[in-house]
């Protein structure tokens, strides 16, 4: 199994930003992706930013140029968050997919959400 620890979400004015952190540990092997969704009330989740295990990363058009994810070498990706707009108010999840030691198969695992909130 594999376990997502989520941080630093909380409440910004609009033009802020934030730092989003998911850590991951237990049965890993390797890990091919990493994501950050966001699900707003009464919308479904989105897909925001992804993160290969070589680094290529890819955005959602309404967050591009603001956001940028990363990963560091101890399966933690970030979300760092800048010119913060209302309409990011959400709860934000991380996903990762992931291979075990004792498996060849990948799964997908999801954070517990972390919720964003921004002021206008």
């Known amino acids: 199994q594999v376990q997502l620890v989520e941080s630093g979400g909380g409440l910004v004015q609009a033009g802020g930003s934030l730092r989003l952190s998911c850590a991951a540990s237990?049965?890993?092997?390797?890990?091919?992706?990493m994501d950050w969704y966001r699900q707003a009330p009464g919308k479904q989740r989105e897909l925001v930013a992804t993160?290969?295990?070589?680094?290529?990363t890819t955005y959602a058009d309404s967050v591009k140029g603001r956001f940028t994810i990363s990963r560091d070498n101890a399966n933690t990706v970030y979300l760092q968050m800048n010119s913060l707009k209302p309409e990011d108010t959400a709860v934000y999840f991380c996903?990762?997919?992931?291979?075990?030691?004792?498996?060849?198969?990948?799964?997908?695992?999801w954070g517990q959400g972390t919720q964003v909130s921004v002021s206008s």
């Open positions: 993160i290969t295990s070589t680094g290529t």
């Open positions: 996903k990762v997919r992931a291979t075990g030691w004792d498996t060849s198969v990948s799964s997908d695992y």
């Open positions: 237990g049965n890993i092997f390797s890990i091919s992706l």
